[in-house]
DNA sequence: AGCTGTGGCAGGGAGG
DNA sequence: CCTCCCTGCCAC
């Protein structure tokens, strides 16, 4: 029974709930009586029931009902007996007699949090109950089947014209459908999609968007048509609430849905995760998505999403092949994308369509759970902040090569179970137990999949090594995520500390060897190897000799072998690998905000500059100066986008306090009369000839852009291209750097470039500057 | 309602 | 000019 809770085990998750629940009946109803015993088996839970405790000191206070009652708002979990007594009677002193619900409503709603809360005015007080707040829906979602959010993001959904009902749908044996409204009234076709759907009887539905858009609409339109969509599995009405969240100060509506029985998949929200880490899409539109995965079909259907209403009404037959098209995209980027949540739903106490996206949240819901289940009492999180992190420097900038690279293989995760740390507040030691046994598990799973011939089977085994990966890797985060039950600074420290300690001795080994090392981040290391080891063979034998120095189970591998890399500052370089390519890494060398224009000319000059190719840079440059000056380059070349977390409101606040400058993607966005959401994405280009001019006055939004008008201010993006070939500056002498970097248009005139050269040279490491001050 | 961390580069406005 | 500060994006 030691045994931490894996697997899906329905039964077990709802037992612990209801335990827990009878458990706290049985308490409350015997307050007052002084013989109850100390019982570890029941180990004391209190529960009350009142709205809004946290999150809403806006809003009315209701007093709490502590006895009687079905439903619970709060669960608090004490660490003694004593303290829960002492709680109670601190509760019955404020209380009306006999506990009886009354409403009151706030004046100072800080105050009244504490007046109306007695329990949680007793936590705070004394310090040292431990508890964490549960909320219902945490209760809920431990039981019922589906419980589904959304943001709220449409509102179109009132024009009368929109008539148009898409959904795709699916089982697991792949499965489309369209509905068309041809011919019938809205609510005929509200009556076909709830017969589709329980004929069907999907376990999931997925959609792109489904959650912000078509759920939305359809709940607006069965609103306006007073239907009921009964698409529950036990037929079941669809549940649709506006939830009003409170963001700080500002209150917000968003949409919530709820179809018992069935599991929503918004593969919006997936692309999402997916990019967060790679980065590679320019938009998550389906359209989009489904061409850069290469399943867009060439004869794909493509109607402009303004016109939707318009094509419905004149060439309805297009607009359901396009539907269709949306429909197959959708499922086959489910397909892609849905296979790690599903194992992880397996795992984690959460359904499939339910899966947090927080990594964080995933690992202390394993926590909680076995927790629940030992009926022991979880801690509070700890106050502070974690101090450290990895350790990064330079040591070479220019050209170096050819170059290895080695990292260590899930150093953090090693360092954590080598060196057993865990939270000080993990009396049960689940998060050692839990780590350790999903690392196993994954190093047993990628074993398994070696031998595996069958290729679905491979994948199925792929996408759950992937799954433990995910969680594997959220351990370390969560010591020092403020928010996290058993977060744990110093133990994140201890992490980070060791993990610089072994980076610093696999440098000074590394060096000592002979090997000359370019640049280091964290857990990996870029390197020359010593002359005598150049060859394949050698690198292995030279990467393994390193490893054999390093703590038992820290483990340093060859991650690739490189013909040459182009360092230009920490955590910026590029690799020239075997077949040709570059591969860039870093800020200021690659990112989505940049123009296009920058992103291909500081690409195509590093490219040549790996070749040695001068007199090409050169050329690049000027031709990239006429361009612009003749205004060769379209629109779309000359944008900068930038994801905001403000809103324009929030924004215009902070400049009017001084707390921030303007900036000139709000100003564009304010200029067009455009609403921004925190998190959307503002595209703009700069207008204008003054060649001084400030950017925030003259932005343009791409949007506002007339079909292929290049109005962009010239002069500024010739300084823009200057500015991006400054980069390169510290690669050269300032001679050299003149000469490739002058602007003549006349080619034949051309400055020699025939003694140019890369100038290497070695940077003073971070840890040198810390001797050469110790040392004065 | 849900939220993992630190380190580093660059741009741009404001003000000295 | 320079520094300070804020924001955004990226590496790990």
Same mark, same amino acid.
């Given at each position: 029974?030691?045994?931490? #809770?894996?697997?899906?085990?329905?039964?077990?998750?709802?037992?612990?709930?209801?335990?827990?629940?009878?458990?706290?009946?049985?308490?409350?109803?015997?307050?007052?009586?002084?013989?109850?015993?100390?019982?570890?088996?029941?180990?004391?839970?209190?529960?009350?029931?009142?709205?809004?405790?946290?999150?809403?000191?806006?809003?009315?206070?209701?007093?709490?009902?502590?006895?009687?009652?079905?439903?619970?708002?709060?669960?608090?979990?004490?660490?003694?007996?004593?303290?829960?007594?002492?709680?109670?009677?601190?509760?019955?002193?404020?209380?009306?007699?006999?506990?009886?619900?009354?409403?009151?409503?706030?004046?100072?709603?800080?105050?009244?949090?504490?007046?109306?809360?007695?329990?949680?005015?007793?936590?705070?007080?004394?310090?040292?109950?431990?508890?964490?707040?549960?909320?219902?829906?945490?209760?809920?979602?431990?039981?019922?089947?589906?419980?589904?959010?959304?943001?709220?993001?449409?509102?179109?959904?009132?024009?009368?014209?929109?008539?148009?009902?898409?959904?795709?749908?699916?089982?697991?044996?792949?499965?489309?459908?369209?509905?068309?409204?041809?011919?019938?009234?809205?609510?005929?076709?509200?009556?076909?999609?709830?017969?589709?759907?329980?004929?069907?009887?999907?376990? +999931?539905?997925?959609?792109?968007?489904?959650?912000?858009?078509?759920?939305?609409?359809?709940?607006?339109?069965?609103?306006?048509?007073?239907?009921? /969509?009964?698409?529950?599995?036990?037929? *079941?009405?669809?549940?649709?609430?506006?939830?009003?969240?409170?963001?700080?100060?500002?209150?917000?509506?968003?949409?919530?849905?709820?179809?018992?029985?069935?599991?929503?998949?918004?593969?919006?929200?997936?692309?999402?995760?997916?990019?967060?880490?790679?980065?590679?899409?320019?938009?998550?539109? #389906?359209?989009?998505?489904?061409?850069?995965?290469?399943?867009?079909?060439?004869?794909?259907?493509?109607?402009?999403?303004?016109?939707?209403?318009?094509?419905? /009404?004149?060439?309805?037959?297009?607009?359901?092949?396009?539907?269709?098209?949306?429909?197959?995209?959708?499922?086959? #980027?489910?397909?892609?994308?849905?296979?790690?949540?599903?194992? /992880?739903?397996?795992?984690?106490?959460?359904?499939?369509?339910?899966?947090?996206?927080?990594?964080? *949240?995933?690992?202390?819901?394993?926590?909680?759970?076995?927790?629940?289940?030992?009926?022991?009492?979880?801690?509070?999180?700890?106050?502070?902040?974690? *101090? @450290?992190?990895?350790?990064?420097? +330079?040591?070479?900038?220019?050209?170096?090569?050819?170059?290895?690279?080695? !990292?260590?293989?899930? #150093?953090?995760?090693?360092?954590?179970?080598?060196?057993?740390?865990?939270?000080?507040?993990?009396?049960?030691?689940?998060?050692?137990?839990?780590?350790?046994?999903?690392?196993?598990?994954?190093?047993? *799973?990628?074993?398994?999949?070696?031998?595996?011939?069958?290729?679905?089977?491979?994948?199925?085994?792929?996408?759950?090594?992937?799954?433990?990966?995910?969680?594997?890797?959220?351990?370390?985060?969560?010591?020092?995520?403020?928010?996290?039950?058993?977060?744990?600074?110093?133990?994140?420290?201890?992490?980070?500390?060791?993990?610089?300690?072994?980076?610093?001795?696999?440098?000074?080994?590394?060096?000592?060897?002979?090997?000359?090392?370019?640049?280091?981040?964290?857990?990996?290391?870029?390197?020359?190897?010593?002359?005598?080891?150049?060859?394949?063979?050698?690198?292995?034998?030279?990467?393994? @000799?390193?490893?054999?120095?390093?703590?038992?189970?820290?483990?340093?591998?060859?991650?690739?072998?490189?013909?040459?890399?182009?360092?230009?500052?920490?955590?910026?370089?590029?690799?020239?690998?075997?077949?040709?390519? +570059?591969?860039?890494?870093?800020?200021? /060398?690659? @990112?989505?905000?940049?123009?296009?224009?920058?992103?291909?000319?500081?690409?195509?000059?590093?490219?040549?500059?790996?070749?040695?190719?001068?007199?090409?840079?050169?050329?690049?440059?000027?031709?990239?100066?006429?361009?612009?000056?003749?205004?060769?380059?379209?629109?779309?070349?000359? +944008?900068?986008?930038?994801?905001?977390?403000?809103?324009?409101?929030?924004?215009?606040?902070?400049?009017?306090?001084?707390?921030?400058?303007?900036?000139?993607?709000?100003?564009?966005?304010?200029?067009?009369?455009?609403?921004?959401?925190?998190?959307?994405?503002? @595209?703009?280009?700069?207008?204008?000839?003054?060649?001084?001019?400030?950017?925030?006055?003259?932005?343009?939004?791409?949007?506002?852009?007339?079909? !292929?008008?290049?109005?962009?201010?010239?002069?500024?993006?010739?300084?823009?291209?200057?500015?991006?070939?400054?980069?390169?500056?510290?690669?050269?002498?300032?001679?050299?750097?003149?000469?490739?970097?002058?602007?003549?248009?006349?080619?034949?005139?051309?400055?020699?470039?025939?003694?140019?050269?890369?100038?290497?040279?070695?940077?003073?490491?971070?840890?040198?500057?810390?001797?050469?001050?110790?040392?004065?």
């Amino acid at each position: 029974m030691d045994s931490i #809770l894996f697997g899906h085990n329905t039964e077990e998750k709802i037992v612990a709930v209801h335990q827990v629940g009878e458990t706290a009946m049985r308490v409350v109803k015997r307050e007052g009586n002084s013989t109850i015993s100390v019982d570890r088996k029941f180990y004391p839970f209190f529960f009350l029931n009142s709205t809004d405790l946290v999150g809403g000191f806006d809003k009315k206070f209701w007093t709490v009902e502590l006895a009687g009652g079905n439903y619970y708002k709060y669960l608090c979990i004490f660490r003694k007996w004593a303290d829960m007594h002492s709680a109670l009677r601190l509760a019955s002193q404020n209380f009306d007699s006999g506990f009886a619900p009354s409403r009151r409503q706030s004046a100072e709603p800080s105050e009244v949090y504490i007046k109306l809360d007695p329990v949680f005015q007793f936590l705070m007080q004394t310090g040292i109950t431990l508890f964490k707040g549960m909320g219902f829906s945490d209760l809920r979602r431990m039981q019922l089947d589906i419980e589904t959010f959304s943001r709220i993001g449409f509102s179109d959904a009132s024009r009368p014209e929109d008539r148009i009902i898409l959904i795709s749908l699916s089982d697991n044996s792949g499965w489309e459908h369209i509905i068309s409204g041809r011919e019938k009234t809205e609510t005929e076709m509200f009556s076909e999609l709830q017969t589709i759907i329980r004929n069907r009887d999907p376990d +999931v539905i997925e959609g792109h968007n489904i959650l912000g858009f078509d759920f939305p609409y359809i709940a607006r339109r069965c609103e306006m048509n007073r239907v009921k /969509l009964r698409i529950g599995r036990d037929n *079941t009405e669809i549940k649709v609430s506006t939830i009003r969240l409170a963001y700080g100060e500002k209150e917000v509506e968003r949409m919530s849905f709820e179809i018992p029985g069935r599991h929503v998949i918004d593969t919006l929200l997936l692309i999402q995760s997916y990019d967060a880490t790679r980065r590679e899409l320019e938009s998550y539109g #389906l359209k989009n998505v489904a061409k850069h995965f290469g399943f867009a079909s060439e004869t794909r259907t493509y109607i402009d999403g303004r016109k939707i209403s318009e094509t419905w /009404l004149k060439d309805p037959d297009l607009l359901i092949k396009y539907a269709l098209d949306d429909v197959r995209e959708t499922r086959q #980027l489910a397909d892609m994308l849905s296979q790690t949540r599903f194992y /992880l739903a397996q795992m984690l106490p959460y359904n499939y369509g339910q899966i947090p996206g927080g990594s964080a *949240t995933k690992i202390e819901s394993l926590f909680v759970r076995e927790y629940l289940r030992k009926k022991h009492s979880i801690p509070r999180p700890q106050v502070g902040r974690q *101090t @450290s992190g990895g350790y990064t420097d +330079v040591f070479l900038q220019g050209i170096a090569g050819p170059v290895v690279h080695a !990292d260590v293989e899930s #150093l953090y995760p090693s360092i954590m179970i080598s060196y057993k740390v865990s939270p000080a507040t993990d009396d049960l030691g689940v998060f050692q137990k839990s780590l350790r046994h999903l690392t196993k598990l994954r190093l047993d *799973t990628k074993k398994q999949m070696k031998v595996e011939g069958d290729s679905v089977e491979r994948a199925k085994l792929d996408a759950m090594q992937s799954s433990l990966k995910i969680l594997i890797n959220s351990f370390y985060g969560y010591l020092g995520y403020s928010r996290g039950i058993f977060n744990d600074y110093s133990a994140a420290d201890v992490v980070t500390e060791t993990g610089q300690k072994i980076l610093r001795q696999m440098i000074s080994q590394i060096t000592w060897e002979g090997g000359t090392l370019v640049e280091v981040d964290t857990d990996g290391l870029y390197f020359v190897l010593p002359s005598a080891f150049q060859d394949d063979a050698g690198s292995d034998k030279f990467v393994s @000799s390193i490893s054999k120095m390093l703590p038992s189970g820290i483990n340093l591998a060859l991650d690739g072998r490189y013909p040459r890399m182009l360092s230009y500052k920490k955590k910026n370089y590029a690799l020239l690998e075997n077949d040709g390519k +570059v591969k860039i890494r870093g800020s200021a /060398l690659v @990112s989505r905000s940049m123009e296009r224009f920058g992103r291909d000319f500081i690409h195509k000059s590093i490219e040549l500059i790996l070749h040695e190719d001068f007199k090409g840079i050169h050329e690049l440059f000027v031709d990239y100066n006429r361009k612009i000056m003749n205004r060769e380059f379209s629109i779309d070349k000359m +944008v900068h986008t930038e994801t905001v977390r403000e809103s324009i409101e929030e924004y215009q606040a902070s400049v009017k306090s001084a707390k921030r400058n303007r900036s000139a993607s709000f100003e564009a966005a304010i200029a067009a009369g455009i609403t921004v959401r925190p998190g959307g994405r503002i @595209s703009y280009y700069i207008t204008g000839s003054d060649p001084a001019i400030r950017s925030f006055s003259n932005a343009k939004l791409y949007d506002e852009n007339e079909k !292929d008008k290049r109005d962009y201010n010239v002069s500024y993006y010739v300084r823009k291209l200057s500015e991006y070939a400054e980069r390169f500056s510290e690669l050269f002498t300032p001679e050299d750097f003149n000469k490739i970097f002058a602007f003549d248009d006349d080619l034949l005139f051309s400055p020699p470039l025939d003694g140019v050269k890369v100038n290497t040279r070695e940077v003073t490491s971070d840890e040198e500057k810390v001797e050469e001050s110790e040392s004065e």
